[in-house]
């Protein structure tokens, strides 16, 4: 009885702003698929709009618990997307290559970051989102760094940030990609390498051609594929250095990536039902839009507007700097 009393009261106390979360994820969604927005970042503005019910009011900790719980649980499922065999497709130049390509940029936004005066947890923030997967990458390196008082304002900034440069490199890169001359399966790699979030890369690959949207497709998955082994790294250099937050708070191998790599290995070694990886692969994205819509939510607008130009730099920098170096890999290297 006590028991059952106890999760009630807890329940209680969490179910509004869960529900606010939620409710405000769900907008987002129908916005977005109704005017071809990103999701994100309808799911960030409409946050931020009820950043006074988190302030004052019943809704704290049912944000603070979407913003944690739910955002780790929304990266664990992104397992469900990969399969070792269509990563193996890019063959070991284009894997090579990307891994390449993955740890410059992250290295860019430690050069970049003491010019524009910020730390080494916003460097890996921004670097790891650009060179990854954008929002995903952001939200679950946020989950493994310890935090300040600064990491959920910059974390709703670099989502921001990579959303909107995913939106312009979608409707911009194929463009420049055909007229440097590269062909269709060249523009597929480039699109896979270089755009942050991967609606973005896939919409952008297949308006080029199939075979390039394929191309661009397993590139990605191929970068998403990195994510646990970055943050495994991030954590055993936290744990080197002596961070005492780290060693206190964060395992060597969290959960939600546990369940990240029992994903990949579930999909790679038996034929899953379509049905259970399309169920899987949504209650994933639903979960990172609810937890995006809470950050939103425990972000207030005023705050944003401090962080300054330097923000906005370094994340244009890493990303010119991808898109520079994979251009020139694939015009001198041509890993495909």
Known sequence: MFAVQHWYSRAAVHA???????????????????????????????G??????????????????????ILRLGVGLLGIRIAFEDVARIGFAGAGTVLGLITLTIGAGFVASPLFRRQWRFALLTGGAVAICGA?????????????????????FTVMAVTA?????????????????????????????????VAQVVGAGFSVSDPAGE????????????LPVV?????????ITGNAAAQDSIPLLPWFMVLFILLVSLGSLFELPAIF????????????????????VKTSIKALTVVGGGHLAIVFIETLVL?????????LWAPV
């Open 16 to 46: 509004p702003g869960l529900l606010l979360s939620a409710t405000i994820g769900a907008a987002a969604s129908f916005l977005g698929s109704h005017y071809g927005a990103p999701v994100m970042l309808f799911a960030l503005l409409l």
């Open 48 to 69: 931020m709009a009820f950043n006074f019910l988190h302030t004052d009011g019943p809704c704290r900790a049912g944000t603070d618990m979407a913003a944690k719980f």
């Open 136 to 156: 995903s990458a952001a939200m679950a390196i946020a989950a493994v760094i310890p935090h300040n008082d600064k990491t959920e304002r910059n974390t709703l």
């Open 165 to 197: 440069l995913s939106t312009i490199a979608m409707v911009t890169y194929p463009l420049l990609f055909q007229a440097l001359g590269f062909n269709e399966l060249q523009q597929g790699f480039l699109i896979g390498a270089t755009i942050h979030d």
């Open 215 to 226: 191309m661009a497709t397993i590139v990605k998955l191929f970068r998403v594929a990195t």
């Open 231 to 239: 943050l495994i790294l991030v954590v055993l250099v936290l744990r």
């Open 277 to 296: 990886v399309s169920y899987v692969d949504t209650l994933s994205r639903a979960c990172l839009v609810v937890a995006i819509a809470a950050l939103g």
């Open 323 to 331: 898109l520079g170096l994979c251009i020139a890999v694939v015009k």
